[in-house]
């Protein structure tokens, strides 16, 4: 595609600066008293448009010699040849409209006092060409630049969506397993135990997949699936799994990225519950202060447990997940204290509207008529 | 009939209950004791001295392999668990089969046929050394496990001021205790730190931080001074690797 014939806006501002040219190659004309004012401008004006419209024709030169893949004796070469053919065909065509004009009799002698001003119309012509090729090249220049720039940014998209679907939490396959293997127990042991087993796995299963297809849920939502998978943990630790949770009420609403509680949840139990013989309680925190909403999940730890098994790729990969979509307006604490591992999140308050528009002021739209408590 | 006397470990009940329920058709086998961690695994496997131990891995305290450790070799084991990546682990320290939870009953009953078979070659391999070698290429241990009697002390590697080597064994002093524990001492050098831990001397490893200065005694021989104020001999070759590191 021409950049300047295929872009009206652009090829007026090309034929009107063009326009002007004529107009001082009038003037060059008739200052010096050689041509009166109307045959100048009758010259000049249709012969520069006309060559305008010529030298749009070095795109193809340009495009087939780019700035960077050629040499520059070869480009100049080029360009110098061209400017001269060019400029000697604006000439003739210009003998051809003096001679029209000389027909029509509307201006006397125009030939003899033309061809004397023929090398400086060549010298013109050559000035103007080597112009237009220039702006040609800096259009395609900056074309190409800005053609970068968005192959760059969809890229750059390209690679954080595909980043953010690997960081989605995945249902842990040895929960699965040992579900699984609990369900096994339970059909000799407790029937009904087993059926109700099976039944709370299913409805797992089939609300991670369904919520985690989403790009963001309500709280609600994410919280009711964190239960539903620590009812299932429930039947296999029995006793020693508890939960408690807070939830301010009017949270509920806010829209969070899917899944983005389950990974804690799932550290808490392997990292905690599990590894304390006695086990001990989860607790869950939900509240907001100004356009904030804070969640937090604590469980107890095991003080002598091995310092270096890490607290697990779950919460690096919901700090990523944060990161991506929410930049520094969220993050993710982790802390130890006396025998407590805390996890807290706190991210922008959101009810309606997609959460990658940032918020950027202003209280939680759905929330900033309910008072503090 | 001579019985099996088995003890299964596992911290979930309903895990253990089906290793128990599948076991309920042999009469030969005898359940000596159910295990809900590692600490009560170990106790139970020293003072009871089982033929056949069932044995989770991911458990509270100590995991299966830290387990088997600590107490005598010579009987076997299955491992059942829901992570199929210790499989050539506890291959490496001679379990007689590896259990993926959930398994049908076709597969428990083969792997306790291989444990008889085990069990009727009575010899056992010596599990010790092939233990270490399962150890050395982990990361350094973060913390020493010694069994006294049926109790398990764990010691935590920062709590560690220097070890001695004392004819089999190696003694561990760590805030003001002794703990010893039948190791070598070249072979505990391998699996701890070498940023944190240097062998200063033929029967000594030292941790850095507890380094005040050396003295020097006579020629090449000098005596490294902990912030205790604890006199160690370190040897020449000693004294190189503390410079390497300091």
């Known amino acids: 595609m021409h950049p300047i014939l295929g872009n009206r806006e652009r090829l007026a501002i090309y034929m009107l600066v063009w326009l002007m040219l004529g107009g001082m190659l009038a003037a060059v004309f008739a200052l010096p008293k050689d041509f009166s004012w109307p045959e100048a401008l009758s010259l000049a004006v249709p012969l520069t448009l006309l060559y305008g419209s010529i030298c749009l024709s070095s795109y193809y030169l340009c495009r087939v010699f780019p700035l960077h893949k050629s040499g520059f004796a070869q480009l100049l070469l080029l360009h110098i040849i061209a400017g001269f053919l060019t400029s000697s065909l604006w000439i003739l065509i210009g003998n051809g409209w003096v001679a029209l004009l000389e027909r029509l009799n509307l201006f006397p002698l125009l030939s003899a006092r033309f061809v004397s001003k023929t090398p400086l119309l060549v010298g013109v012509g050559f000035i103007l060409f080597s112009l237009t090729v220039a702006v040609h090249y800096l259009i395609m220049t900056f074309e190409a630049s800005k053609e970068s720039e968005q192959r760059e940014l969809q890229l750059r998209i390209l690679a954080q969506e595909a980043e953010l679907k690997a960081l989605r939490a995945q249902i842990n396959p040895h929960f699965l397993f040992n579900s699984l293997n609990s369900i096994s127990a339970l059909t000799t042991q407790n029937a009904t135990a087993a059926r109700t087993m099976t039944l709370r796995l299913a409805d797992f299963l089939r609300k991670s997949l369904r919520l985690g297809a989403q790009d963001s849920i309500r709280l609600e939502e994410e919280i009711a699936l964190a239960m539903n998978f620590l009812e299932i943990e429930q039947i296999r630790f029995g006793s020693r799994l508890r939960v408690e949770k807070q939830i301010d009420g009017p949270c509920n609403n806010c829209l969070v990225p899917p899944l983005l509680l389950q990974p804690l949840v799932e550290n808490a139990i392997h990292h905690g519950i599990a590894q304390l013989v006695d086990g001990g309680i989860i607790r869950l925190r939900v509240d907001w202060s100004g356009s904030v909403l804070h969640i937090q999940l604590q469980n107890p730890v095991d003080p002598d447990r091995p310092k270096n098994r890490k607290s697990g790729i779950g919460i690096e990969n919901v700090r990523k997940r944060l990161r991506a979509i929410y930049y520094t307006d969220a993050e993710l604490l982790t802390t130890e204290e006396d025998g407590w591992f805390t996890a807290a999140i706190s991210l922008p308050a959101q009810t309606g509207g997609s959460y990658s528009h940032r918020l950027k002021r202003g209280g939680p739209n759905g929330l900033s008529d309910v008072s503090n408590k | ?246």
Do not use: W
Not at chain 2, 29 to 41: H, K, L, P, T, W
Not at chain 2, 76 to 84: K, L, R
Not at chain 2, 173 to 193: I, M, V
């Open chain 2, 1 to 246: 009939m001579q019985t099996i006397r088995t003890i299964v470990v596992d911290d979930e009940e309903l895990a253990r209950g089906i290793v128990l329920e599948f076991l309920t058709p042999y009469a030969d086998i005898n359940v000596v004791a159910e295990c809900s961690n590692g600490f009560e695994a170990v106790k139970a496997i020293t003072e009871l001295k089982p033929d056949l131990v069932f044995l989770d891995i991911q458990m509270p305290k100590l995991d299966g392999f830290e387990v088997l450790e600590l107490v005598d070799k010579n009987l076997a084991v299955i491992f059942v668990t829901a992570y199929d990546q210790y499989a050539v682990r506890a291959f490496e320290v001679h379990a007689v089969d590896y259990l993926l939870k959930p398994f049908t009953k076709e597969r428990f009953d083969e792997a306790l046929l291989r444990a008889r078979e085990k069990m009727s070659r009575s010899h056992t391999p010596p599990l010790d050394k092939v233990l270490t070698a399962a150890r050395r290429q982990e990361v350094p241990l973060e913390r020493i496990l010694v069994r006294d009697g049926s109790r398990v002390n764990v010691i935590p590697v920062d709590t560690i001021d220097y070890v001695e080597a004392q004819d089999d064994y190696v003694a561990i002093k760590s805030q003001g205790k002794t703990h010893l524990k039948q190791q070598r001492l070249s072979d505990l050098e391998l699996s701890l730190d070498p940023k944190r831990f240097v062998r200063i001397h033929r029967s000594y490893i030292l941790s850095v931080d507890r380094l005040a200065r050396l003295e020097l005694y006579a020629k090449d021989s000098r005596m490294a001074i902990l912030k205790d104020g604890t006199k160690l001999p370190v040897s020449r070759a000693g004294h190189a690797k503390l410079k390497r590191l300091l």
